[in-house]
Nanobody
């Protein structure tokens, strides 16, 4: 089992910044990709950013140039630095870890942290 705990959400004005943190614990063996997803009211959960064990990153087009994902393997943590926030970034943000299986993945999720961007 893997436990993920997010922190760092809050209310910020458009153009502001927030930094989300995700602390992982439990059996992290074979966990490679760590990801941030978000879900806005009435919308499907979407992948925001991903980082591999080797530090390779990938971003949704909507956040490229504004968000930065990073990880500290020694601290078993992953971070999401969010700059120049927009109203449309308002959502619950979830930390995610994927454990590869023979066919597919097992997904582990945190409880989520609310990010609200006001105009």
């Amino acid at each position: 089992q893997v436990q993920l705990v997010e922190s760092g959400g809050g209310l910020v004005q458009a153009g502001g910044s927030l930094r989300l943190s995700c602390a992982a614990s439990g059996s992290l063996f074979s966990i490679n990709n760590m990801n941030w997803y978000r879900q806005a009211p009435g919308k499907q959960r979407e992948l925001v950013a991903a980082v591999t064990n080797g530090g390779i990153t990938n971003y949704a087009d909507s956040v490229k140039g504004r968000f930065t994902i990073s990880r500290d393997n020694a601290k078993k943590s992953v971070y999401l630095q969010m700059n120049n926030l927009k109203v449309e970034d308002t959502a619950v943000y979830y930390c995610n870890a994927k454990r590869p299986q023979t066919y597919g993945y097992i997904d582990y999720w945190g409880q989520g942290t609310q990010v609200t961007v006001s105009s």
